[in-house]
């Protein structure tokens, strides 16, 4: 099943159990996918929808952790609910020692010999990662290795 359709299938069953938070926030990542579809041209596929909930979810926490900053406790527990059902549609996260591998593996296949390949390293590893580890991190990875070659 695409991802697509099954996010259609729990959005039903949302509305059948009458969930309210999981609806709204699968209504919203609807939204979001058809967006992106309207902006692109075409239908999505799996991998751009792994992105694109990726963003989401980075959203998501942003929004909590301000909300957290201004005291706004309510706010900020329905940000990282919402959050947890868009992580639901992702696939299995990478550990910090798999991703480490990655990024050793991909400085080595990029011949990178400092900070000023740090582009050419994240482009080789951006796709091998999308959606199964946090781009930031991953970029905090990249450039601890590179400092120390």
Request: proline fraction near 1%; avoid cysteine.
């Amino acid at each position: 099943m695409i991802l697509v359709d099954r996010i259609v299938e729990d959005m039903k069953a949302a509305m059948k159990a009458g969930d309210r938070l999981r609806l709204s926030a699968i209504r919203m990542l609807r939204a979001a996918i058809k967006d992106k579809e309207i902006e692109l041209g075409h239908s999505l596929s799996d991998d751009e929808v792994f992105a694109l909930i990726a963003k989401l979810v980075k959203q998501r926490k942003d929004a909590a952790s301000q909300y957290a900053e201004a005291g706004r406790n309510e706010l900020e527990a329905k940000e990282l609910d919402e959050a947890k059902i868009y992580q639901a549609y992702l696939p299995a996260q990478l550990s910090d020692d798999e991703v480490a591998a990655l990024v050793a593996e991909a400085i080595e296949q990029t011949g990178a010999a400092g900070i000023r390949d740090m582009g050419k390293v994240m482009g080789a590893l951006k796709p091998k990662v999308q959606g199964r580890a946090d781009m930031g991190k991953l970029s905090g990875m990249v450039k601890a290795q590179l400092s120390a070659a």
